[in-house]
């Protein structure tokens, strides 16, 4: 049986949840409250010393623990409805678009918060070791994550889809990102058409409600 080690609010574990979905993929799942600092604990640093969801145990292959191992494997083990591309072209177009909406949304969102907020205070990145925070850094990331959203908002322009004409990962990703930027409050408005219509569609994808 495949384990996902999940925290039901934090947006890394929830691209593991939609690509599990999409895939129809069964799994047990293990709750970490990354509230409470579960993923310190000695327990789960016995589990993955890396201190970090989502983490995937599979029958064969071990322990996954970041999301770009889990979608690798999870392609090359269940490889329909394909999710990275199938032609050359397709899987670099994918993974580019993947990598954008990571380094350009989610990190930016990520430096955001960790480096804005109180209850953050000398967690500014995660794992096992203490980071203090960089105010200068929270501000930098507000205005990346403005920029984020129009980039995203002028690739959709007459496009059903971010990186090719299906759906793949970097639909995933983006969903993710765009939602966790409430937590900084970034949301897509009136200019940002595009990108409104994108999501409203993504909505209406059973897996976008993991």
């Known amino acids: 049986m495949i384990i996902l080690y999940d925290c039901a609010t934090a947006p890394s574990p929830r691209r593991a949840r939609i690509l599990l979905a999409e895939k129809g993929i069964a799994h047990e799942t ?3 409250d990354l509230v409470r600092g579960e993923q310190l604990g000695e327990a789960y640093r016995a589990i993955n010393p890396q201190c970090t969801v989502p983490a995937l145990r599979t029958e064969e292959d071990g322990l996954l623990t970041d999301n ?13 409805p394909s999710l990275l591309g199938r032609t050359p072209a397709e899987k670099a177009e994918i993974a580019s678009w993947n990598w954008r909406i990571e380094f350009e949304g989610l990190l930016a969102i990520a430096e955001t918060l960790r480096n804005g907020s109180p209850a953050m205070a000398d967690r500014a990145l995660p794992g096992p070791v203490n980071y203090a925070q960089i105010p200068e850094l929270a501000q930098r990331g507000l205005a990346r994550v403005q920029h984020f959203f129009q980039t995203l908002n002028d690739r959709l322009a007459g496009r059903e889809f971010i990186a090719t004409d299906r759906f793949s990962l970097a639909d995933i990703t983006a969903v993710v990102a765009v939602d966790f930027a409430r937590i900084v409050r970034v949301k897509p408005g009136e200019q940002h058409p595009e990108l409104v219509r994108w999501r409203a569609a993504m909505a209406e994808r059973p897996s976008m409600s993991r």
Do not use: D, F, G, H
């Open 68 to 80: 770009a191992a889990i979608a690798a494997w999870l392609e090359a083990r269940y490889p329909e």
């Open 30 to 32: 293990v709750q970490v």
